[in-house]
């Protein structure tokens, strides 16, 4: 199997534009490519997670990554797949989060020795002149065209600023000064940048003749992806310090049963074969599969040993014994009324709950339970002895843990 057919085979590929060309470039390790992320926060989240993982496949295979930071387009905001215009950032704001950004890429992709590169957008964007870009970049887009982009039409009923209408323009000359600067030959991106990376491909090969060589891949399910890095109770990041590796593995471990092999496919490494064999697992086996999955991201992204601890602790808990990996909250004197902390205030203290009133009905549902109880009546309370006697582990619905300490 080449590289491009494995691609193929684990559902990372959506649409491409010449497809013979960049099976050539891709399989024979002459692919210089890149993927853009925008610095919207000071980490990477398991949105992000695909396209890691396919430009550390890639770059496995022989091919250069470019990994793309959009601090330039990071001025402006994406307008795809929002509904709003987005918050703007500060420059300081913005380096910051770039280079976060590269201490976490590091543990996916290797910049020694010229093997990959990082750069930013903002070294040419944010120095280019207004009217030398209208004269020079702007007959070569059409408005028409650009307005039946889906990104943009999802928010003309609402309002798209011309600030954000100039996105798709900035995107295309990134690939243009990638392309000119870097020899970079090819592009991926989520399948609601496809326009936008069209619009690269077309600039260069009309600035820089027909035969210029301009590839664009879109990947199957990044967008899905992108929501992928949202849940209930936040984002789930890479960040240790924000995710710790134990809610990351238990992200992992709780996916749903349809979505558990294509995300083995997708996101790991371990042979196509031991993958297939899956395929008819049912069941307890399926919880398996998830234990899998959760301990092989959870290790690329944390390393072993924490993958271990967090798979242990996983274990525990789901035996009905106690995780000491957990998520952990504190509370204080300042947290008790009359000597005691009712279960209310432990679920909304702990994050388990948003409010009394959220807490209040997770428990009449019979959704919350301590130390492996169920706990049914809203009045119950805790005194600090309780609390600390052996570890105590507040948990609600499912999913959601944690373990509860005074100070």
């Known amino acids: ?152 039409k999802q928010r003309m009923e609402k309002g798209l600023s011309f600030l954000e209408f100039n996105y798709m323009i900035m995107q295309s000359y990134d690939f243009y000064e990638l392309y000119r600067k870097y020899g970079c030959n090819m592009q991926f991106g989520g399948d609601d940048q496809w326009s936008n990376m069209l619009g690269g491909t077309e600039l260069i090969r009309r600035k820089l003749g027909k035969n210029a060589c301009a590839m664009t891949i879109t990947l199957l399910l990044n967008s899905e992806g992108k929501k ?88 525990a808990l789901f035996s009905g014994g106690n995780a000491a990996d957990m998520p952990t909250a504190a509370i204080s004197e300042a947290d008790l009324q009359d000597g005691k902390i009712d279960i209310m205030g432990l679920l909304v203290a702990s994050g388990l709950c948003t409010s009394r009133g959220d807490a209040r009905r997770n428990i009449q549902q019979g959704g919350v339970s301590v130390n492996g109880e169920k706990v049914t009546d809203i009045a119950a309370a805790y005194t600090p002895e309780e609390i600390t006697a052996e570890d105590f582990v507040l948990r609600r619905g499912k999913k959601k843990y944690c373990k509860i300490i005074f100070r």
């Open 228 to 315: 992928m890095g949202k849940t209930q109770s936040g984002a789930v990041w890479l960040d240790p310090n924000k995710t710790s590796p134990f809610e990351f593995y238990q992200y992992w471990r709780n996916v749903g049963d349809a979505d558990v092999l294509k995300c083995l496919r997708m996101l790991t490494f371990l042979p196509l074969e031991q993958i297939d064999e899956m395929d008819t697992w049912e069941g307890s086996q399926l919880n398996t599969a998830k234990e899998i999955l959760a301990f092989e991201l959870t290790k690329l992204v944390h390393g072993e040993e924490e993958a271990a601890k967090a798979q242990e602790s996983a274990r």
């Open 1 to 152: 199997m080449t590289v491009y057919e494995e691609l193929v085979a684990r559902g990372l590929i959506a649409q491409v534009t010449d497809e013979e060309e960049i099976k050539e470039l891709i399989n024979n390790g002459k692919a210089t490519f890149y993927i853009g992320f925008d610095p919207t926060a000071d980490s990477l989240h398991v949105g992000h997670f695909m396209a890691l993982c396919l430009m550390k496949r890639l770059q496995m295979a022989g091919n250069k990554p470019i990994a793309l930071i959009g601090g330039g387009t990071a001025m402006i905001g994406d307008p795809s797949g929002r509904s709003d215009m987005r918050q703007m950032m500060t420059p300081e704001t913005i380096q910051h989060n770039c280079d976060c950004f590269k201490q976490q890429m590091s543990r996916f992709i290797d910049f020694s020795e010229g093997k990959a590169l990082m750069v930013n957008n903002a070294d040419w964007l944010l120095d280019l002149n207004y009217v030398d870009v209208l004269r020079d970049i702007g007959p070569h887009f059409s408005v028409n065209n650009m307005l039946r982009a889906e990104c943009y």
